[in-house]
């Protein structure tokens, strides 16, 4: 028996890869909204398919649209780029120009150019490919959710029951599974928006270029604790005082060391006295195992997984 488990367990988790980012997203929006699921199906008396339809729309409000505009926004610049790689190369030329200027060290070789042109097709289509993975996991996202939010208690039910612990230890793992799922998936989202929306601010004031562009990508930058935003802000800064824009430069340093970054800190710190504390390193090394696993829905599910693991091996330990 424990053979064919193991052999179909594997063999089905084999054939499930391509989907894991959206069974992933589907338990982790589930855990979001089982509260409000068992207010309205117990307590309101709602019938469950009516529940579960109401709040599959307020996920696809909240949760889904917004990322798929910011997916949208992303598509458009890469293809842009894709299908005019002189839109890079030039602004790129003109930085290699300035830094000839000021230091002498001549970076527009030839070399350099081919390698360049070779790279952006490339990135184009592991872009666009992982879109496409994003699109098929969300619909795989949707029909799971929905089935989850029906059949939510039995399958809680289910899972406690399967689990090698008695019943007080077995909630206690369930709730700290919880735990750890709302607080990566409150947490991780509410610092990239929070960071994104100050710095598009300082954008706009220091009068940086495509303000919101670079302001969605301080989001993604985000998941990077302390160091993260400053891999935008900091080349803007510096090709701004390149170009003659001392002041601006100067200043934009100054606004994403004093106000970006405290930000980051300042809502880390009011979170995690709200929900599990996660080490920032957990969420670093998550990213990285997440973008290799699930792709693009990796930045979210990787320190989520990585979290549960740390939280089963101090089950262990106990």
């Not at 988790?13 to 997203?25: D, K, S, V």
């Not at 599990?276 to 997984?305: E, K, Y």
Request: hydrophobic share 55%; glycine share 8%.
């Amino acid at each position: 028996l424990f053979v064919l488990i193991a052999g179909l367990g594997l063999t089905i988790f084999a054939e499930l890869t391509p989907f894991l980012g959206g069974l992933l997203g589907a338990v982790t929006i589930y855990v979001l909204l089982r509260r409000q699921m068992w207010f309205l199906s117990e307590r309101r008396r709602w019938r469950r398919s009516l529940a579960a339809s109401l709040l599959l729309g307020e996920a696809i409000f909240f949760f889904l649209v917004p990322i798929s505009l910011i997916v949208w926004m992303v598509v458009n610049q890469v293809q842009d780029i894709a299908l005019a790689p002189e839109s890079v190369v030039e602004p790129l030329k003109h930085i290699a120009a300035l830094i000839h200027d000021k230091t002498g060290y001549n970076l527009w070789q030839e070399k350099n150019i081919t390698s360049l042109v070779g790279v952006i097709p490339r990135l184009g289509q592991w872009v666009l490919g992982s879109i496409m993975d994003f699109g098929i996991n969300i619909i795989v996202l949707l029909f799971v959710l929905y089935f989850m939010l029906i059949g939510g208690l039995r399958m809680e039910t289910y899972c406690r029951e399967i689990l090698p612990f008695d019943r007080c230890a077995a909630r206690s793992v369930m709730r700290e599974i919880h735990m750890i799922v709302r607080s990566n998936a409150i947490v991780i989202p509410l610092l990239a928006v929070s960071q994104g929306v100050v710095a598009y601010v300082g954008y706009l004031a220091f009068g940086v270029p495509e303000p919101l562009f670079w302001g969605v990508l301080t989001c993604f930058a985000t998941i990077l604790p302390i160091v993260g935003t400053a891999l935008v802000w900091l080349p803007l800064a510096a090709y701004m005082s390149l170009d003659g824009n001392w002041g601006q430069g100067v200043g934009l340093v100054m606004y994403g060391t004093l106000v970006v970054t405290q930000v980051d800190n300042l809502v880390r710190m009011v979170m995690q006295k709200k929900m599990a504390d996660v080490h920032p390193l957990i969420t670093i090394f998550g990213v990285f195992i997440g973008l290799s696993l699930f792709g693009f829905m990796g930045v979210i599910f990787g320190p989520l997984m990585l979290a549960m693991f740390v939280s089963c091996v101090n089950v262990f330990k106990r």
